[in-house]
Nanobody, 122 residues
Framework: QVQLVESGGGLVQAGGSLRLSCVASGSTFRNLDITWYRQSPGTPENQRELVASITGGGSTNYGDSVKGRVNVSRDNAKNTAFLQMNSLKPQDTALYYC?????????????WGQGTQVTVSS
């Protein structure tokens, strides 16, 4: 069973940078597409914002609010996906999650990590 664990969040001043990590276990990592989401304070769980995604083949996609400031990558040898965030703004403050989708018990299922908090001070 796939499990995801995020890390790397913290408190940073506006204009700073952070690199988040998402470590996967329980499956062949190179086959997993990884998507990063964020949930801002007061936002319902079902309205998490897509930040970036990377397929098993390395194709990437970015949300409009972070384009040009964020880079998503992966290291299949380390079973890890990364989210490099630069020029951080206070509005980037959120709980950041990584997610993947796996086939289990007859259907596709989303698997989420526990999240890592990013707080950007002005």
């Amino acid at each position: 069973q796939v499990q995801l664990v995020e890390s790397g969040g913290g408190l940073v001043q506006a204009g700073g940078s952070l690199r988040l990590s998402c470590v996967a276990s329980g499956s062949t990592f190179r086959n997993l597409d990884i998507t990063w989401y964020r949930q801002s304070p007061g936002t319902p769980e079902n309205q998490r914002e897509l930040v970036a995604s990377i397929t098993g083949g390395g194709s990437t996609n970015y949300g409009d609010s972070v384009k040009g400031r964020v880079n998503v990558s992966r290291d299949n040898a380390k079973n890890t996906a990364f989210l490099q965030m630069n020029s951080l703004k206070p509005q980037d403050t959120a709980l950041y999650y990584c997610k993947t989708t796996t086939w289990r018990l007859g259907r596709w299922r989303d698997v989420w990590g526990q999240g890592t908090q990013v707080t950007v001070s002005s």
